[in-house]
């Protein structure tokens, strides 16, 4: 468990890292995917850009409304629920939790999570259900891509081998949203066998918004929107979210096959974590 | 010892622990092999020439570069299983060559360099498929390796006059023992010796190996095991890595070192368990058992080895703790395209408990009778001992209803019964279940090995020297064995040292495994010991001019009874020569055992099961250090938790493991996984030995995993629990509950 021979470079600029990736380079963050890959001889880059000393990259910021998380923000960040405004912290906040170990989190960064692309992740999952946009740099210039139309698969992105994940935006949440994030797995800190977050807001007993993201339920994130449909329009109530349940584990969710986890156990999953997930985010 | 719990934690704690990696050696080259990525193939072609090219890279080698490499002893002859691949893959994971390289890296690097082509066979990896033998991993040779019974046959007016017969299919899956410290070996050749370095439980049985296959006398050779990081087991023998790696070390006259990485070690180190079981128990109306029949179809892995005969011992132990009068095994080992089994922490005894204790549970539900009624009316009372078991073993000693009793008062189990009663009546509550587990675990070792080197010497300076043929993984000796002979010979602990696991420092020597040390080497001790005191009185009462018996032993100085002249060990060094007692000690196996129960928490929904209360009550007799006994205990639960709930190797359609996330996919218990764990002792000392203690540590992994697969059972009123196989995760317990 060795990896082969590799250069390692250490940009000081964006710009830097950018040209780096450019001559082929493979981004090194957090470090807790690529350098086990790279241990285990499945990953073999000739070049490594250890982005940690470019500056401003470690930052949160608020801008309108919109949270922009920088490339270097580790997932212990989030761990307090203020880091974030409103709902969105909260929901950030239960959802670390379930990341791994508390080393992993001093590390590991939310857009490694994005730029790795497990289907696992809870961050990928979070980031289909909230409209997030990820922030792609190349020395061809700068584009932002739909978190939907990113994943591509495990592991596959529509980011280029030379663009940078700059960052990922978020659109904060309503001050009366309901949040609530749980996960289903062996052990404590192995990964998900499936994980659901929700976003809920009931306006008038109504529910008029509801965002789900599922990890682990298909080959890449998804968001459920057949789910969602169900609920829009309902009163809260547990056979609503039964049937929520039900329609994200029958026509969201694409779930593939693992030791432990086959299909029909994992669809089951999905509907019962899908409606326990939006009771705790509006108790009924 | 300044605060620290035992002698070795200053060392190990402060990151002062020598391992075998750590030892620092000028010109070591680091051996990589090159494994198989197929189970079960022909090799076409292992080439080594591009990376001999590779910079760094000292020398590549496959079979056929190294044609007079000796195979793996104690095969059999038509069963051959060679160091390297020569024409056969039977494992995935199988060595088709070795890269040595000035560091790992470049070894690595070279290792990746190595072409290899192999045609690939069909797979078995079940004992089932195994036993069909369509495919057979030894051309024209049944893939049986062993078949045998312990106990008589059972007459079939048994059963058909019996109240209640239960019958069940239990699996007792592959496990992986997982030490922190995987296997290693460093051989340092130099003039005509060679040193071996290894963490390692038998250094005698390495060296005389060793010296076997190398052809050379076993004094040339020393090895020496320095500190290493748990072994459970999986390294007692000698393995084909060893023998490639000691075989070069002395072709290149260079030291040579392999450290087993942690990928390699979940493909090709020993695994542990494997059993396929059916089970038949009989009972008269009132729960007594009338007879009890396991039949035993083990998969072996894929070579004749030591470990094909292990399955029996499962067929000893079939008996377990009760006085059923008819009992009967019958054992099938059969080899299949897996890392062999071998011993695990329990080794054969957790395979004999788990049928017999879930189906002790099934019995309970189909009498109507409380699962710990039932068994109180069948353990063997105290005044039985020795028992001599339907299945050939003669217990020494045992009290199992106060084992039981200690167990249930120190759970509150009317409580949680009562708890259990509430949450049944509440159908928003998650049920809860109770489960019981009786054992009887066998420890010291088997004829053969039931004996050990040990001495005691007296130094001139008043210092005290143990030597003894075990050897620590992590059991603390170190702090054990000098108290035990401090407290024999009246002195301070601080003057004992303890001298084992060095070739060249012993005269011989066993080594530890199936719980023999403190129950073998300690009752050496004691004896050495007393020896010693013996001899210092002889040469003290000449020195005096007494006889013998007008002396007296105590506070570590010989006394005359009348008077007060005292002579003390070092002073009595000074005047009559060196005193140094040295002893083959030999004492008979011994039974601890003891009752477990647990209390476990059911999500049905999903089927996590989240284990409430562990309750173990341990007897190994006399409990040398009762924190290194909890210590012990505590550790083997754990392991045992493992095996109830989280451990498995699943396996692809091409036979390979399905373990690519490492530890992330074979999940270990970890300390979130760990639940309240209260443990009880009760103390039945072995008349085998006058110290009386038997040996401790294995009990958890056989007492808690069917405590817990029966309170899983219990929480969902499953009646004929079949579907509960180990491990429960949760799509198993959601299935059962289903």
């Not at chain 1, 309901?178 to 797995?185: C, I, L, N």
């Not at chain 1, 169900?230 to 969201?252: C, H, K, N």
């Not at chain 2, 160091?83 to 690595?108: I, K, T």
């Not at chain 2, 341990?618 to 754990?638: E, H, K, N, T």
Request: hydrophobic content about 40%; aromatic content about 6%; glycine content about 10%.
């Amino acid at each position: 468990m060795k990896p082969a021979a590799f250069d390692y470079l250490v940009p000081q600029t964006v710009a830097g890292a950018v040209d780096a990736l450019a001559a082929g380079a493979q981004v090194l963050a957090g470090g807790q995917s690529l350098l086990l890959e790279m241990h285990l001889q499945r990953a073999h880059p000739a070049l490594v850009a250890d982005i940690n000393r470019v500056p401003g990259l470690d930052t949160l910021t608020v801008v309108d409304g919109t949270l922009t998380v920088g490339a270097l923000v580790r997932h212990k960040t989030f761990e307090s629920p203020g880091a974030v405004p409103g709902p969105l912290g909260d929901l950030f906040a239960r959802a670390v939790g379930y990341i791994a170990h508390p080393p992993i989190r001093a590390r590991g960064t939310m857009t490694g999570n994005l730029a790795w692309a497990h289907p696992a992740s809870e961050w990928c999952a979070l980031a289909v259900a909230l409209d997030a946009v990820v922030e792609l740099r190349s020395t061809r210039g700068t584009r932002e891509i739909p978190a939907e139309d990113y994943f591509l698969g495990p592991f596959q992105t529509a980011r280029d081998p030379d663009e940078l994940l700059t960052a990922v935006r978020y659109p904060l949440l309503a001050p009366d949203t309901g949040v609530a994030f749980t996960e289903h797995r062996r052990t404590g800190f192995s990964f998900a066998q499936v994980a659901v977050g929700a976003a809920l807001t009931v306006r008038e007993g109504v529910i008029t918004g509801a965002r789900i993201g599922l990890a682990n339920c298909a080959d890449r994130p998804l968001r459920a929107h057949n789910a969602e449909r169900t609920l829009i329009g309902s009163e809260p109530s547990q056979p609503v979210f039964t049937a929520a349940g039900e329609a994200a584990a029958e026509r969201d969710a694409a779930p593939v096959p693992e030791p432990y986890a086959d299909v029909d156990y994992r669809r089951h999953v999905v509907a019962v974590l899908v409606a326990r997930t939006l009771r705790e985010a509006a108790p009924v | 010892m300044d605060g620290w719990l035992r002698r070795e934690d200053e060392r190990l704690l402060t990151g002062a622990g020598r391992f075998v990696a750590d030892l620092r050696v000028p010109a070591c080259l680091d051996a990589v092999f090159v494994r198989s990525e197929v189970a079960h193939g022909v090799l076409r072609e292992a080439d080594c020439s591009a990376a001999r090219e590779v910079p760094g890279v000292a020398g590549a080698w496959s079979a056929a570069d190294l044609p007079d490499l000796p195979p793996m002893p104690l095969g059999e002859p038509a069963r051959e299983w060679p160091a390297l691949v020569e024409d056969r893959v039977r494992y995935p994971g199988e060595a088709l060559a070795v890269v040595l390289g000035d560091d790992r890296y470049h070894a690595e690097d070279g290792a990746a360099r190595v072409r290899t082509r192999i045609d690939p066979l069909p797979a078995v990896v079940t004992a089932q498929e195994s036993a069909a033998d369509t495919v057979r991993l030894f051309d024209g040779l049944s893939n049986v390796a062993l078949r045998g019974e312990a106990g008589s046959p059972i007459d079939g007016e048994v059963w058909e006059r019996a109240a209640v017969v239960v019958e069940s299919d239990y699996r007792q899956q592959l496990l992986l023992p997982s030490p922190m410290e995987c296997r290693t070996i460093l051989c340092v050749p130099g003039g005509d010796r060679l040193t071996v370095w290894s963490g390692h439980q038998a250094p005698h049985r390495l060296r005389q190996d060793l010296a076997g296959l190398l052809d050379r006398p076993e004094e040339s050779i020393r090895v020496v095991v320095p500190d290493t990081g748990g072994a459970f087991g999986s390294k007692s023998a000698v393995f084909p890595e060893f023998i490639v790696v000691a075989w070069l070390a002395v072709l290149l006259g260079r030291p040579v070192r392999w450290v087993e990485d942690r990928r390699e070690s979940l493909l090709v180190a020993t695994r542990g368990r494997g059993q396929d079981q059916h089970v038949r128990l009989a009972a008269d109306a009132e729960g007594r058992l009338l007879a009890y029949e396991l039949t035993v179809e083990a998969d072996v892995g894929a070579y004749p080895h030591l470990g094909v005969a292990f399955p029996m011992q499962t067929a000893w132990m079939a008996t377990g703790p009760y006085t059923t009068p008819k009992v009967h095994a019958t054992v099938r080992s059969l080899l299949t395209n897996t890392m062999i089994t071998y011993p695990y922490r329990g080794a054969g005894r957790p395979e004999a408990t788990s049928p017999l204790e879930r189906t002790m549970d099934v019995l309970a539900r189909r009498l109507g009778l409380d699962p710990a009624e039932l068994r109180r009316r069948n353990l063997i009372p105290p005044e039985a001992f020795p028992y001599r078991t339907p299945t050939g073993r003669t217990y020494d000693s045992g009290d199992h209803h106060a084992a039981l009793d200690l167990a249930l008062r120190t759970l509150g189990y009317d409580g949680w019964r009562a708890e259990q009663a509430r949450r049944r009546a509440d159908p928003d509550a998650f049920p809860i279940g109770i489960g019981l587990s009786c054992y009887v675990e066998r420890s010291g070792g088997e004829r053969g090995s039931l004996h050990e080197y040990v001495g005691v010497e007296a130094g001139d300076d008043g210092t005290v020297t143990a030597r003894c043929g075990a050897a620590s993984s992590g059991q603390s000796h170190a702090t054990v064995f000098p108290a035990l002979v401090a407290e024999t010979l009246g002195v301070e602990p601080a003057r004992v040292r303890l001298v084992e696991g060095d070739t060249d420092e012993l005269p011989g020597g066993v080594g530890s495994f199936g719980s023999r040390s403190a129950q073998i080497d300690g009752a050496g001790l004691q004896h050495a010991a007393g020896l010693l005191i013996e001899e210092a009185r002889e040469r003290a009462a000449r020195l005096w001019d007494l006889p013998v018996e007008e002396t007296s032993w105590s506070d570590g100085a010989v006394h005359p009874v009348r008077g007060s002249a005292a002579m003390g060990l070092s002073e009595l060094v000074k005047r009559t020569g060196p005193l140094r007692i040295d002893e083959r000690y030999e004492a008979d196996m011994a039974f601890p055992f003891g009752a477990h129960a647990a209390v476990v928490e059911v999500d049905p929904e999903l089927g996590t099961v989240r284990v409430l209360q562990v309750v173990a009550v341990d007897d190994c007799g006399r409990a040398l250090d009762p924190d290194v006994v909890r210590g012990q205990a505590f550790g083997s639960i754990v392991q045992g938790l493992g095996q109830a709930l989280y451990e498995g190797v699943p396996f692809g359609d091409d036979g390979l493991p399905l373990l690519d996330g490492g530890l992330l996919d074979y999940l270990l218990p970890t300390y979130a996984e760990i639940p309240p764990i209260e443990l009880g002792e009760t103390h039945t000392p072995t008349p085998r030995t006058p110290l009386g203690a038997k040996g401790a540590g294995e009990t958890g992994c056989i007492g808690t995993p069917p405590a817990i697969v029966n309170a899983v059972a219990d929480a969902l009123r499953l009646a004929h629990p079949e579907r509960l196989q180990m491990p429960l995760t949760p799509d198993v317990v959601w299935r059962a509950a289903a």
